[in-house]
């Protein structure tokens, strides 16, 4: 039987149904293209979703340097999650990404756009034949005069370092600490720091381990060989600096080249708080088996000393420094406040005298000019130098904070047990601080560039009056400068304390939180 045909109304339907299923399609095949021109780039590579910067995560810190572990601890290990891959979307329009301002850099400036005319319509002409322009290579710039006196680019606080504390059980005597050291240096490389280390220490323990050395410089040389020996019986070289506290509260810094020296600075300053713990008698009892004798003229003085010449890595000589003599007076006279001990009272006695003795002749005390030629005036350098140049070693921070700890001492020593010899050493470390303000006062010019100061005007391996303090060190130097105008008024302390504390404001920057 035939199949009766359509009926036209059937018929029209059907061609209705045909025509949105047509249009359906082409408007699916044009959405497909826009989300391949949103999915892939101009060269066909896929374009990650754009996260718009609001709301972006912030990138990962830098790896921070490696602690120092015990001997045999495990490495710390972390486990990383696995992701699932993300969904390819269309990418969306991110909002402006707002501007960042890096620290010290001045704010950009607001300008009005430029005015701008029509161009006027033009009228194509014959394209005539051109020959290829030649490739010339890009003239250099002209080298951009720098700002006189720019500070250079300010560094970040830097970590503090990590410490560790030694037991009285562990801590070798100096017969066996000797024959560790001998023997680390014996299987070690020729020419790795490591071994120059140890070849620097023993040579140490060569030269001042020995019944000839004076007692004091014996003590503080055992007492590094010691804690040397207890490191590197389990550890290496460490890769960046570390602190040690022994038994007795004496702190040893870790210097490439020269393994972990005394310090007491850092010591008498409780740095870090290591030896807040202590009352200033129990931290002062192990210092007073260390101090040297100095006699000049009629003065007998005391040092307590540093071994190591910043400017020759060979050289072991004992030196001295003036922010520590006057550190560890200002901790002998708490300690006689404390306990009425006429031994703490005659070495903080002996301690200011070494302020009194010049540098040449073994004390902490130097004579310094500026402009060159004019009358000298009195400097107390942080590490002295014998022979060279008054200013070498002689940073600013390190001056001030002498001037401040005999002013300390003065104090203390006047609210202890009254003596005659109470009294004269404190009138002393009066006398000397009052004569330090004001040499300060008549060289804190030459230590400001207009916009920032200077750490010192002659500090080994530095230029010469060009070496610019870090903004660490600067803040350093406003903070002294306040307790400093507190100390002596009317010298003019707090008026550079504010234009220094300015300079860090013009800068962008902040001091770092004390």
């Known amino acids: ?21 047509a249009a359906l399609g082409v408007v699916s095949i044009v959405a497909g293209v826009f989300l391949a021109a949103a999915v892939l780039g101009d060269d066909g590579v896929p374009v990650a979703p754009t996260v718009p910067s609001a709301v972006r995560e912030p990138s990962p810190p830098a790896a921070a340097p490696a602690a120092v572990r015990a001997p045999n601890a495990p490495p710390a290990t972390s486990a990383r999650p696995t992701q699932a891959p993300t969904p390819v979307r269309p990418a ?16 950009p400036t607001a300008t009005e756009p430029a005015a701008t005319t029509p161009a006027a319509p033009t009228v194509p002409g014959p394209i005539a034949p051109t020959a290829p322009e030649p490739i010339r290579p890009p003239a250099p710039e002209p080298p951009q005069p720098e700002a006189p006196n720019r500070p250079e680019v300010p560094r970040a606080s830097p970590e503090p370092p990590p410490t560790d504390v030694i037991s009285a059980a562990a801590l ?33 323990g060569h030269l001042y381990d020995t019944d000839t050395a004076p007692p004091g410089r014996r003590e503080t040389v055992r007492r590094a060989l010691r804690a040397n020996a207890w490191w590197f ?13 022994d038994p007795d509260g004496i702190l040893l810094n870790h210097r490439a080249g020269y393994g972990f020296m005394v310090n007491p600075v850092a010591t008498t300053g409780r740095w870090q708080g290591l030896n807040d713990d202590l009352e200033p008698q129990q931290l002062a009892e192990p210092l007073l088996t260390m101090g040297v004798p100095l006699t000049f003229s009629d003065r007998q003085a005391q040092v307590w000393e540093y071994f190591d010449v910043p400017t020759d890595p060979t050289a072991i000589r004992p030196g001295v420094s003036a ?16 306990t009425s001990d006429i031994r703490f009272l005659v070495a903080s006695r002996e301690a200011v005298m070494s302020l009194a003795v010049p540098v040449d002749n073994g004390g ?24 060279g140049d008054p200013w070498a070693g002689a940073a600013l921070n390190g001056f001030m904070v002498t001037i401040l700890n005999l002013r300390g001492t003065t104090a203390a020593l006047r609210s202890g047990p009254v003596s005659d010899d109470a009294t004269a050493t404190a009138d002393l470390a009066e006398t000397l601080s009052d004569q330090a303000a004001a040499s300060l006062e008549r060289f804190l010019p030459a230590h400001d560039t207009g916009n920032w100061s200077l750490y010192g005007l002659n500090t080994p391996g530095r230029t010469l009056r060009n070496y610019r303090a870090d903004v660490n060190y600067h803040c350093y130097h406003v903070r002294l400068l306040g307790g400093l105008a507190r100390a002596f008024p009317g010298r003019g302390f707090a008026t550079v304390a504010t234009r220094w504390s300015g300079y860090v404001a013009k800068q962008g920057l902040e001091c770092p939180a004390r």
Do not use: C, H, K
Not at 181 to 192: K, N
Not at 323 to 335: D, K, P, S, T
Not at 364 to 387: I, L, N, T
């Open 172 to 204: 070798p005597d100096a017969t066996t600490a000797r024959q560790r050291l001998e023997g680390v240096r014996d299987r070690s490389a020729a020419g790795t720091p490591l071994r120059t280390e140890l070849d620097w220490l023993l040579r140490l």
């Open 233 to 245: 019986s389990g550890r290496g070289v460490p890769e960046r600096a570390v602190v040690l506290r």
């Open 364 to 387: 902490a005390r130097s004579m310094v000019a500026d402009p060159p030629g004019s009358e000298p005036s009195v400097w107390f350098p942080e590490r002295a130098y014998p022979g």
């Open 1 to 21: 039987m035939r199949t009766p045909p359509p009926l036209p109304e059937a018929v029209g339907a059907q061609r209705r149904r045909v025509a949105a299923l």
């Open 92 to 107: 969306q329009p991110s909002p402006e990404p707002t501007p960042r301002i890096a620290r010290g850099t001045p704010p």
């Open 323 to 338: 922010m520590a003599q006057a550190r560890v007076a200002q901790l002998m006279a708490n300690a006689y406040a404390r």
